[in-house]
């Protein structure tokens, strides 16, 4: 049964940047995408990207204008999601969650999610 | 962007009471829709994914319909485990969306 497990919680300053982590484990790294999303507080879930951890390929939402990385480290079995420029409209819960069909055939929906992680943005 | 517009976004309904959840797309997304259940403080859990598929280990009261733009999550008789919010998705195109989300309370 995989988990997924992230970083803790976050305050930055508006124009740092963050980056939070989700660790895999109980299942075979390499095999799933992992995606990101974020809920701000009052919205909707927004999706940010996904990385291939097989390869490092990688699919972002141009809706972040360039300002997010995901990355993966597979010895670590650990992707990493990296938001620069950040402002207080930043400030969400951020998710990371497995692909719901394996990396051969990827259905872009997502099960098992992390526990979720607060970053804020304020001065 | 698609959008996913959920309908109602909130409702009130007793133990034992069927339940259904709609949600709007902007645009035809084939059957390419999940729905997740999410409590508070926690992190949203996979219902239904390709619109009417049930996600190993949901309850089988858990069902979905629908293709195209229009869709739904019926749930044949509420638990007290069930009042949570419900949230649809798009995994038809890029960017994937959710929708607004559906809070269902205890009457």
């Known amino acids: 049964q995989v988990q997924l497990v992230q970083s803790g919680a976050e305050v930055k300053k508006p124009g740092a940047s963050v980056k939070v982590s989700c660790k895999a484990s109980g299942d075979t790294f390499t095999r799933y995408r992992i995606h990101w999303m974020r809920q701000a507080p009052g919205q909707r879930l927004e999706w940010m990207g996904w990385?291939?951890?097989?390869?490092?390929?990688?699919q972002y939402s141009q809706n972040f204008q360039g300002r997010v990385t995901i990355t993966r480290d597979i010895s670590a079995t650990t992707a990493y999601m990296d938001l620069s420029s950040l402002g207080p409209e930043d400030t969400s819960i951020y998710y990371c969650a497995r692909d719901c069909g394996a990396a051969g055939a990827p259905k872009n929906c997502f099960e098992p999610w992390g526990q979720g992680t607060l970053v804020t943005v304020s001065s | 962007d698609i959008q996913l517009t959920q309908s109602p976004s909130f409702l009130s309904a007793s133990v034992g009471d069927r339940v259904i959840i709609t949600c709007r797309a902007s645009e035809a997304i084939n059957s390419n829709l999940a729905w997740y259940q999410k409590e508070p403080g926690k992190a949203p859990k996979l219902l239904i994914y390709t619109a009417s598929t049930l996600q190993s280990g949901v309850p089988s009261r858990f069902s979905g319909s629908g293709s195209g733009t229009e869709f739904s999550l019926t749930i044949g008789s509420l638990h007290p485990e069930d009042f949570a919010t419900y949230y649809c998705q798009q995994f038809n195109v890029y960017p994937l969306t959710f929708g607004g989300g559906t809070k269902v309370e205890i009457k």
């Open positions: 990385v291939n951890p097989a390869n490092g390929y990688t």
